[in-house]
């Protein structure tokens, strides 16, 4: 696993301390109100236990599966549901959140499918945003690092499915990838 590596990007101990601050920010802000709070899967799993167990505005979760990478390091652009939410969105406080911001199309199609249920609000939250995101049109409240545009793994991130586990954020030794 370590040789698969090239370096670290961001420790076990840094991730932990910037959800200490998002979740800071997201109790002052949404003081008074509930969250449902929508991890996307697969990636956001980490982040979502993780940031939730630091939150205390009274939540609830639910989570739904889209897909734009299939095996590669790519978007294809094509998003699809492969689960759905199970929660009627009608009046509710969302808060999604994401491992990962990217080329920004995941969510750009995801946000304006949701805002189309009735919500009161859509947010987002994510751990990692890539600088291509900032050429999408979409507002995004919590962001917990600004990273280059490398192909990261780790802290629920995959490679081909793999990587997902370890604790910290690392990017990819060329030679995993064909390179
Ligand atoms: O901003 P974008 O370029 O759209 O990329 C970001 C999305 O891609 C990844 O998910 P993926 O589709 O690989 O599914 P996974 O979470 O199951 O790995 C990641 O978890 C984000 O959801
Ligand atoms: O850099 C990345 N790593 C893993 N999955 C991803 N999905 C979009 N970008 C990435
Ligand atoms: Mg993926």
């Given at each position: ?6 370096k670290?990007?961001?420790t076990?101990d ?5 959800l200490?601050e998002?979740?800071?920010a ?5 003081e ?6 929508l991890?996307i899967?697969?990636?956001a ?7 939730a167990r630091?939150m ?8 739904m ?11 294809s ?10 929660t009627?969105l ?14 920004g199309l ?10 189309s ?6 947010e987002i ?11 999408v049109?979409i507002h995004v ?9 490398e192909?990261?793994v780790g802290?629920?991130?995959?490679y081909?499915?793999?990587?997902r586990?370890?604790?910290?954020v690392?990017?990819?030794?060329p ?5």
């Open positions: 696993m370590g040789e698969d590596l090239c670290i990007l961001i076990e840094e991730i932990s301390s910037r200490d998002l979740a800071a997201i109790d002052r802000d949404y008074g109100k509930e969250i449902l709070v991890g899967l697969k990636g799993v980490m982040v979502m236990a993780d940031l630091k205390h505005t009274p939540l609830t979760m639910d989570w599966a889209v897909s734009s990478y299939g095996s590669g390091t790519k978007s652009g094509v998003v699809r549901i492969l689960k759905d939410l199970e009627d009608e009046g509710k406080h969302v808060l999604i959140v994401e491992d990962i911001i990217d080329s995941t969510l750009s199609w995801l946000k304006a499918n949701l805002e249920r009735g919500p009161a609000s859509v939250a994510t751990l990692l945003r890539k600088p291509d995101a900032t050429t049109d409240e919590y962001v917990g690092f600004d990273i280059p545009n192909f990261v802290y629920g991130l995959d081909a499915e793999k990587y586990n370890l604790p910290f690392g990017t990819l030794a030679h995993v990838y064909g390179g």
